[in-house]
Every structure is written in C-alpha cells, then in structure tokens.
C-alpha cells in the first residue's frame, strides 16, 4: 500500500523567504503524486501534480515541486512566501491507475511572518 | 458555478443519535468521495462512488457508518449511533469521468461534527 510522509506538522517562514516543505512517499509502483492546499474553514483544492513526464512541476500560486525517485522524494517550494500563502498543505499519492483514490500525508501547516 | 455543496456545515450532536450528512457533487462529474479529518488521523478516504454505484468502502470505519448515492446528484453519510470518536470534519470531493487518475478532486467545505 502507498503512504506518504510529511515531515513537520508546521513551518514557519518569514515573508519573502523560501518556503520547503518535505514529502516522502511510499509506493510499490510508480506512483502519481499531488500536493493540495487547505485555507481555513474550506476544503483542500489541488496545487500542483506529477504524473508522469517532467519532474520539476510548476503549480498555481508560484508552488513546485520535483519528484525524486532516487530520494522517494516530492518537496514543495515557493521561492518568495507571502502572507496569503499561510495554510495547510497537504502532500497525496494514487497508485497509477488507482485512479483518484488518493491517500493523504498529515499535513503541515505554514505560518508566514512579517 | 457551484462547487461540491455539503450540509450541514457544523453539527453538534449527542452520543447515540443518528447523524446524517448530505453531499451534492458538481453536475456532470461522476465520481464521488467521502473523506474523514481528524487531527490523529488526518485525511481518511471513507467510501467512494462511481455513477451512483459504490466502488470502494474499505475505510468505512465499521457497520455504524454508512454511505449512499441515490442519485447523481445527491449523496450521504449516515452515522447510526454516533460516538465521541467520530468527532471530525467530514469531506464530499467529486471528480469528472475525464479527470480520472489526474488526482484532481474538487471538495466541499466539509462538515464539523461534534459528538458529546
């Protein structure tokens, strides 16, 4: 079965600084991986995802991420944290072909500072 | 256009009584998801349906909860009788036929649940 890891339930940045947050993840097959942002009192939307193809994905909001297979690795950057970007992030991982059967990491929360 | 619609928002409720929770998925999508939020466990997938069928209830916790699609454009999520451990912001997520395995779930706004 596939998991994945988040490591550090919160990360703080001060604004304008780069903002990293880690994913590990768990698959017996090459997985397809996401990453979906949670703004207070509203369900998660989609951020960004790799399928297949190019490693480096770009999303919405200035977010990447690069799949590693080497270090089973997702991270998330933004290299310029603002304040709006203060939220829960979750990481998400589907078998391929699992369809839209995602299963979640436990989040990590990021508070961005003046 | 309408998101996934789901009611009620907050729900507080006494241990042995009955809960219902309501989705409306976004028109024309097909599948259907029920996820659980608890800060112990994080996101749990519960159930999901494929054109009104269920496909997947693994993750129902146990025979208390249960799940259906009547319509396509209707779905809930009983609890009969509730706990204090099922606490926990519910969410509805649908997904379109042509979105299927890009991961792209549309969500509700979920459903907080106390259960004294």
């Known amino acids: 079965a596939q998991s994945v890891t988040q490591l550090g339930s919160h990360v703080s940045v001060s604004e304008g600084a780069l903002v990293l947050l880690r994913c590990n993840y768990s698959s017996s097959v090459p997985p397809y991986l996401f990453w979906y942002v949670q703004y207070p009192n509203q369900g998660l939307q989609l951020l960004l995802k790799?399928?297949?193809?190019?490693?480096l994905v770009k999303g919405i909001n200035g977010f990447e991420a690069e799949f590693k297979k080497s270090e089973t690795s997702f991270h998330l950057t933004k290299p310029s944290a603002h304040m709006s970007d203060a939220a829960e992030y979750f990481c998400a991982v589907s078998d391929q072909g699992g369809g839209n059967k995602l299963t979640f990491g436990t989040g990590t929360q990021l508070k961005v500072e003046l | 256009d309408a998101g996934v619609i789901q009611s009620p928002r907050h729900e507080v409720t006494e241990m042995g009584q009955e809960v219902t929770l309501r989705c409306k998925p976004i028109?024309?999508?097909?599948?259907l998801f029920w996820y659980r939020q608890t800060m112990m466990r994080g996101l749990e997938l519960l159930i999901y349906?494929?054109?009104?069928?269920?496909?997947?209830d693994s993750g129902m916790p146990e025979d208390r909860f249960s799940a259906k699609m009547p319509n396509a454009s209707f779905s809930t999520l009983k609890i009969q009788p509730s706990e204090p451990r099922d606490s926990a912001v519910y969410f509805c997520?649908?997904?379109?036929?042509?979105?299927?395995?890009?991961?792209?779930?549309?969500f509700g706004e979920g459903s907080r649940l106390t259960v004294l």
């Open positions: 790799y399928t297949t193809g190019a490693t």
């Open positions: 997520a649908s997904s379109p036929e042509t979105g299927w395995n890009t991961g792209e779930l549309f």
């Open positions: 349906f494929n054109n009104n069928v269920p496909i997947d």
């Open positions: 028109s024309g999508h097909d599948y």
